[in-house]
């Protein structure tokens, strides 16, 4: 239940709360309606990496789909075909966005789960304090420091975007 059902439990008549349900509402169906339409599959690199089998097995792992998520912050990429290289036609997405993407890949959390992940601490720790940790935090320890900065794009993640049909646009210009 989230607050604005919870305030209307305690004042079934408060409109704001009316309103506010019914805007989160609208926007859910506003959204289903357009990832339905065909004009948004089209050239749309978002709609290819959720429907893509390979891709939902990939960001099982959490490293890949960390490497995912940076490569799709502050990158253009183009579909792999004449007309949108002829045309320049990119696709681009903002950082939340794209942790979004990841978090519906893989059918868990949302956007924030992944949002600045690539910013990390990068404390080293000598043997010791490693073994001193649980088996959760030394996997959490070794995991964040695969991690990489939004923007980079790996190897793994170039040649899978490509089996997909997209190119990472050189952004220099």
């Given at each position: 239940?989230?607050?604005?059902?919870?305030?209307?439990?305690?004042?079934?008549?408060?409109?704001?709360?009316m309103d506010m349900i019914n805007f989160f509402k609208t926007d859910i169906q506003r959204r289903t309606e357009l990832e339905e339409s065909s004009e948004w599959r089209t050239d749309n690199m978002e709609y290819d990496l959720r429907t893509n089998?390979?891709?939902?097995?990939?960001?099982?792992?959490?490293?890949?789909?960390?490497?995912?998520?940076?490569?799709?912050?502050?990158?253009?990429?183009?579909?792999?075909?004449?007309?949108?290289?002829?045309?320049?036609?990119?696709?681009?997405?903002?950082?939340?966005?794209?942790?979004?993407?990841?978090?519906?890949?893989?059918?868990?959390?949302?956007?924030?789960?992944?949002?600045?992940?690539?910013?990390?601490?990068?404390?080293?720790?000598?043997?010791?304090?490693?073994?001193?940790?649980?088996?959760?935090?030394?996997?959490?320890?070794?995991?964040?420091?695969?991690?990489?900065?939004?923007?980079?794009?790996?190897?793994?993640?170039?040649?899978?975007?490509?089996?997909?049909?997209?190119?990472?646009?050189?952004?220099?210009?």
């Amino acid at each position: 239940m989230n607050r604005y059902e919870k305030k209307l439990v305690d004042d079934p008549e408060d409109k704001a709360a009316m309103d506010m349900i019914n805007f989160f509402k609208t926007d859910i169906q506003r959204r289903t309606e357009l990832e339905e339409s065909s004009e948004w599959r089209t050239d749309n690199m978002e709609y290819d990496l959720r429907t893509n089998e390979m891709i939902a097995n990939k960001c099982s792992d959490r490293v890949y789909a960390q490497h995912l998520y940076a490569a799709l912050c502050n990158n253009d990429f183009i579909k792999n075909d004449v007309w949108p290289i002829l045309t320049d036609k990119r696709w681009s997405c903002s950082w939340r966005h794209a942790g979004g993407i990841i978090a519906n890949i893989r059918e868990e959390g949302d956007y924030i789960d992944w949002y600045c992940s690539g910013i990390k601490d990068m404390t080293d720790l000598d043997d010791d304090q490693f073994r001193e940790l649980t088996k959760e935090q030394q996997l959490e320890h070794l995991e964040k420091h695969a991690f990489v900065s939004e923007s980079t794009v790996t190897d793994e993640i170039r040649q899978d975007l490509l089996t997909l049909g997209w190119l990472v646009a050189d952004n220099a210009e």
